[in-house]
C-alpha cells in the first residue's frame, strides 16, 4: 500500500477516534437511558454530553480536513457499489453533526445545561419548552440508531471489501503503516 493509496496520518486518526467515541457514547447513551435517577445516571449523562460535543468538535475538523484533502481512489468496483459506499460516507458525516446537534438542542429544551468537560459552560440554542425537549429526545434517538445502522453498513462493505473482494480497500484506513 503506497502513500497515495492510503488516507492521511490526521486522516486515520480522525477517523479512529471518532469511531471509538460514537461507539461509546452509543453504548452510554442506551445504557443510561432506562436507569433510575441516580448519582450514576447524572455521571453517564454528563459523559453522555461531553463525548457529543467532542464528537462534534472531531467531525467539523474531520470534515475540514477531507473538503481540503483528496482521499485515495477507490479501488476498482461495480458503479452501485462506489455510489452506495459514497451515499453511505456522507450520511455518515450528516449524522456526525445531527446527532449531537439534537442531542444539545435536546439538553437546552430540557433544562440541563451542558459543561463540557465540567469546565466550558456551552450556549443553549433553543429555549426552555417542555414539548421541544420530548420531540427532540425521540428524534435525538432516531438518529443515534441511523447512525448506528450506518456503522455497520460502513463497517459491512470494509469488511466485504476485505474478507470478499481483498482488494486492500481496509488497508487505507490501517493504523499500521505499510
Known sequence: MTPANRY?????????LMALAIVGAFGVGVYMSDLPFSL???????WHKWA?????????????????????A???MPAWQARAA???????????????LTGWAMSSAKG????WFGVLPLPDFVPKDHDLGELLEEV?????????ALVLAHLGGALKHHFV???GLLARMSLRRP
Open 40 to 46: 450514576t445516571r447524572v455521571k453517564l449523562y454528563n
Open 8 to 16: 492521511t496520518p490526521v486522516a486515520i486518526v480522525l477517523h479512529w
Open 52 to 72: 457529543g460535543v467532542t464528537i462534534l468538535a472531531l467531525a467539523a475538523l474531520r470534515l475540514l480536513w477531507r473538503l481540503s484533502h483528496r482521499p485515495p
Open 74 to 76: 477507490d479501488p476498482p
Open 112 to 115: 440541563f445545561p451542558i459543561v
Open 86 to 100: 459514497h451515499a453511505v460516507h456522507w450520511l455518515l458525516y450528516a449524522a456526525f453533526f445531527a446527532v449531537p
Open 140 to 148: 435525538h434517538a432516531a438518529l443515534a440508531w441511523g447512525l448506528a
Open 165 to 167: 473482494d481483498r482488494d
